[in-house]
């Protein structure tokens, strides 16, 4: 595709239900990257991959959040029992290259734990 | 830690006027700075990316320049227009930290007709 694309746009989940989220990378785009913003809040950065290989996971925040990308295209963000604080929207970004973070961002999953 | 600060929060001005957006961040060593815009319900649209040996850029009516010894970019929009409303965030990528980056937390521009 023209753009990377995250799926589901939205999801509304029951607190303690696990959910998926899914990033279509730019076609052979190396680096992706998964941010996560509350609302006002700026983008912060949970995790980050280099082809298959998750090189930084220093920003998952606990032990719930988990993320791959098995064949180096697209990655799957995961999210284990939800919790109210996890409300947030997910973005999902790629670049060419390591080290270029001329990123091109997705649109985002909305996710609302009720 | 890396910080970035952005000021002001949120800003309102009438159409035609000329504006400048700040951001701060607390340690020089970047590899570089980006201006994203973000419109309500979108994702992240990279406006300027200045690497950390230039001093600015331009592109169109926007303006961003960069003083890395200070710590500080602005971002210059010169006539703006209604359709310019939108929250404008700045993200630094550290020299030790490959492509992460870490953003302020906005500056949302609200142009009036």
């Known amino acids: 595709g023209a753009g990377v694309s995250q799926s589901p746009r939205y999801k509304v989940a029951k607190r303690g239900q696990d959910v998926a989220l899914r990033c279509d990378p730019i076609?052979?785009?190396?680096?992706l990257f998964w941010y996560q913003q509350a609302l006002g809040q700026g983008p912060e950065f949970l995790t980050y991959?280099?082809?298959?290989?998750?090189?930084?996971k220093s920003g998952l925040p606990s032990d719930r959040f988990f993320a791959e990308r098995p064949e180096g295209s697209v990655s799957t963000l995961k999210i284990q029992r939800t919790q109210q604080e996890d409300s947030a929207v997910y973005l999902c970004a790629s670049s060419l290259v390591y080290g270029n973070t001329e990123a091109f961002f997705g649109q985002g999953t909305r996710l609302t734990v009720v | 830690k890396q910080e970035v600060t952005q000021i002001p929060a949120a800003l309102s001005v009438p159409e035609g006027e000329n504006l400048v957006l700040n951001c701060s961040f607390t340690d020089s060593a970047i590899y570089n700075l980006q201006w994203f815009r973000q419109d309500p319900g979108k994702g992240l649209t990279s406006l300027l990316l200045i690497q950390s040996s230039q001093r600015e850029q331009t592109s169109g009516r926007l303006n961003a320049s960069l003083d890395k010894s200070s710590g500080r970019s602005t971002l210059y929009i010169a006539a703006s227009q209604p359709g310019d409303s939108a929250t404008y965030l700045c993200?630094?990528?550290?020299?030790?930290?490959?492509?992460?980056?870490?953003f302020g937390e906005g500056t949302q521009l609200t142009v009036n007709p």
């Open positions: 993200a630094v990528a550290r020299e030790t930290s490959g492509s992460r980056l870490t």
């Open positions: 991959f280099q082809n298959e290989a998750q090189l930084d």
């Open positions: 076609s052979g785009h190396v680096s």
